[in-house]
């Protein structure tokens, strides 16, 4: 395994920011060593159960709340590779639009769309950004239909994906292969460049020497379930444990300058809608496309389905709904996501380990936009041909006339009342100029501190209102080029 005592840079997690982090910098010559809380699981290993998948390859078996006036069940992954292993793997560039607001909002230096454009490209390149080629799955010819009959825009959404089979078992990682996640792709590249990468070690705190952070206190999980906290020092440090992991780590080493006071999602209803056929969604690919319609302020498309995924949507309402499950084959559920303009934080827990404290304030806004885009919904999905429509919220009655449907653009859900999930998290540590808005320069290098990086979707300046992944990508390897020319 070689000596994990010592790196010129050590980086924490191994999702999006950090495999890219890794890759870059072990290319370009740099000692890497990665450190990565959960495990290294082959491809063969991936796509049982859903609660198989949760165990395996989620933090805290999928169970994250994210507290507020209105809580918002969160996941995110916890394994080599992290959410990439997780994710449906749609992908977008961030809206010019977003980026140019970044610019002004917090002065966020090289963010304009041409300067990403060879970022994006590289990353589009390394993770085979493709389209679907193969004759659309039912489930996305009825939303296609439905999309058709209201006469909006859509698009269908590149992914991840090389050669897949649409066998439906992206959410507990890809047992094909053929999603390009992180262990597939950036991983293996970093360490054939040399970069090392140690599973089962979570980074507890940061060491300091002053202004100076020198490494990582790391706790180290045995091959017999035992424990054991090990220094690892390291020239420069890039903290890329995720949108709520990098924040909660920050904060326990005592860093806080506009960390973790800043969180922001992407609130997300779904619905479950029945057809008068079997579109068995249960068996094929998610619906690939999205209403860009009204967009990047509210987002439309199709949500990943199971026969547990139906069964939670319908708990809001069980007792009336139950009798549906066993109409599985005509279902699929889809979703309204909106940019979300309320804030949350993340704070550690109070003994310093396990789970950090997430809050997340629905604004009147995101509730005013929730609504909007079940009326949308709803009234695209009966134009497509569902018998009814049933949203995830409690006591509501299930749609089934588009007068019922559009009620919504005018009335506010009851927000006692709405389920609402998210697995878009970001914004928990914002970049750019801005000193009174950010947590570190444009670059990543976080403010007051030498030697201390962040890289991964906390640094999001705010919500960019579409898929993150790209994003995170593009700006990581931007960041890291950097670095790398400043330290070569
Ligand atoms: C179910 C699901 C579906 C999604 N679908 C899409 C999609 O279709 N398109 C899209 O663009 N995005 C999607 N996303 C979001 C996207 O995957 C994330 O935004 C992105 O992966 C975040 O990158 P990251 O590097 O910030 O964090 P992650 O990719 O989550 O990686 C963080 C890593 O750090 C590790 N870590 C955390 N703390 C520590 C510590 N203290 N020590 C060591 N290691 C640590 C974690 O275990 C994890 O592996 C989805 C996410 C989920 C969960």
Same mark, same amino acid.
């Given at each position: ?33 990665? !450190? ?60 010019? +639009? ?6 002004? #909002? ?38 296609? $239909? ?9 698009? @269908? ?14 959410? =507990? ?6 999603? @390009? ?11 054939? /460049? ?13 060491? #300091? ?7 990582? !206190? ?10 054991? %906290?090990?220094?690892? +020092?390291? *020239? ?12 909660? %780590? ?10 973790? *006071? ?36 509210? /987002? ?29 084959? $005509? ?39 929730? =609504?909007?885009?079940? &009326?949308? %919904?709803?009234?695209? %999905?009966? &134009? ?17 006339? #588009?007068?019922?449907?559009? $009620? ?30 950010? &947590? ?9 501190? *030498? ?38």
């Amino acid at each position: 395994m070689g000596d994990h005592h010592r790196a010129q840079v050590l980086v924490v997690g191994s999702g999006a920011g950090g495999s890219t982090t890794a890759s870059v910098l072990a290319e370009a010559g740099f000692d890497v060593l990665v !450190l990565e809380e959960g495990s290294r699981h082959p491809a063969s290993t991936y796509g049982g159960t859903a609660t198989d998948g949760m165990r395996k390859v989620y933090r805290n078996r999928g169970m994250l709340p994210i507290l507020g006036t209105v809580p918002i069940g969160y996941v995110e992954g916890c394994c080599l590779g992290g959410s990439t292993e997780v994710n449906c793997g749609f992908w977008h560039r961030v809206p010019p +639009e977003v980026a140019l607001r970044w610019k002004a #909002r917090y002065d966020l230096e090289g963010c304009e769309p041409e300067q990403l454009e060879e970022h994006f490209a590289w990353a589009e390149t390394q993770t085979h950004v493709s389209t679907w080629s193969a004759p659309l799955p039912p489930s996305t010819q009825v939303f296609a $239909r439905g999309i058709e009959g209201m006469g909006w825009r859509y698009q @269908q959404v590149p992914r991840t994906v090389r050669g897949c089979r649409g066998d439906n078992t992206c959410a =507990s990682g890809c047992r094909c292969g053929a999603k @390009q996640s992180m262990a597939r792709t950036l991983i293996p590249t970093a360490e054939s /460049s040399g970069a090392r990468f140690l599973t089962g070690c979570r980074a507890a705190m940061l060491l #300091r020497k002053g202004r100076r952070i020198t490494g990582v !206190l790391a706790e180290l999980t045995h091959d017999d379930g035992s424990s054991s %906290l090990t220094r690892i +020092e390291a *020239d420069h440090v890039f903290v890329c444990a995720g949108p709520t992991q990098t924040p909660a %780590l920050l904060r326990r080493s005592g860093i806080k300058y506009h960390v973790g *006071d800043t969180l922001r999602i992407h609130p997300m209803l779904k619905v479950g809608a029945r057809f008068p056929e079997a579109i068995d969604a249960h068996k094929s690919v998610l619906p690939l496309l999205q209403v860009k319609e009204f967009w990047p302020e509210l /987002s439309i498309g199709g949500a990943f389905f199971s026969a547990g995924h139906l069964a939670m949507l319908l708990s809001e309402n069980w007792t009336r709904t139950s009798h549906v499950m066993s109409d599985l084959r $005509r279902f699929g559920t889809w979703y309204v996501a909106v940019k979300g303009n309320g804030r949350g934080s993340v704070r550690p827990s109070f003994f310093g380990e396990g789970s950090p404290v997430i809050r997340y304030e629905l604004s009147d806004e995101d509730l005013r936009q929730l =609504s909007r885009g079940l &009326a949308r %919904l709803a009234s695209l %999905l009966l &134009a497509a041909g569902a018998s009814e429509v049933y949203p995830s919220v409690q006591g509501m009655p299930v749609i089934d006339s #588009r007068v019922d449907a559009v $009620r919504w653009l005018d009335d506010l859900l009851p927000r006692s009342a709405v389920s609402l999930t998210t697995v878009h998290a970001f914004s928990s540590c914002p970049v750019g100029e801005r000193k009174d808005r950010c &947590a570190a320069d444009s670059y990543g290098r976080v403010f007051g501190f *030498d030697g201390l990086n962040i890289n991964d979707a906390s640094m999001l300046p705010d919500s960019p209102g579409v898929n993150p992944q790209g994003t995170i990508m593009a700006l990581a390897r931007r960041n890291a080029l950097r670095f790398a020319a400043d330290h070569g």
